[in-house]
């Protein structure tokens, strides 16, 4: 498959994901925490851009993520170079988070351009189905400066461009449309296993705690 064709599908899934969305928006009743979002954080600042290309990049949930890809990849011997091994597995880890920096950027720096603000907000009150919706969603769309939804322009540009510069000094990555839009296609892939871990984590740590607490009552 092309990268175009691909890049096409993914604004057509933004798209229908945001109209899902309004649809969802319109159904809530206001004042019902049930059907709260997290609330819009503080104004994204240039220093706010620089932090979280840096927390995207080497933050726990992306390195979390990391494994699933590095692991797919490894599994299909792709590229073939690094062979499916655990010398290859973690080759891939390390490529992808180079990888994943270089995309970080170009987004942040696109993004500044027309006010993206492309830091995930959790929908923590919300049923786990359409949290489950919510992780898919924020992958392909993000927030404006008012704060409204918008296909994630600067990332479509950020994710296939990281790909390209970075094979520029990795020769071991061939540049072939398939192995390109493959590459996409795990980036997003990516995003949504990033944005699961910062979407559910912050629960299971909760639990861990409280029944930590819980324990520590039972037996003084």
Known sequence: M??????AIILTTATA??????????????????????????????????????VSTVGPKNLAA????AGFQTWRNEPETYGPHW??????????????????????GFGSLWGEDPRYRRAASQPTKVRIGHVVKMAFVTHNRAGDLQPA??????????????NTWRPDSPSSPGNVSLQVGLGFMSRIISNAFSEFAPNILQ???HSGNSASREHP
């Open 153 to 166: 322009y600067a990332r479509y540009i950020a994710v296939p461009g990281g790909i390209l510069v970075s």
């Open 87 to 108: 010398d290859g597995y973690a080759k891939r880890y390390g490529s992808r988070l180079a990888v994943g920096g270089t995309s970080n950027a170009i987004e942040a």
């Open 207 to 209: 639990r861990q705690k």
């Open 2 to 7: 092309s990268i175009y064709p691909l890049l």
């Open 17 to 54: 994901l945001l109209a899902q969305s309004d649809r969802l928006s319109a159904a809530a009743e206001p004042g019902n925490a049930s059907e709260s979002f997290q609330a819009p954080p503080r104004a994204f600042t240039m220093a706010d851009r620089l932090h979280w290309i840096g």
């Open 66 to 69: 990391g494994i699933f890809v």
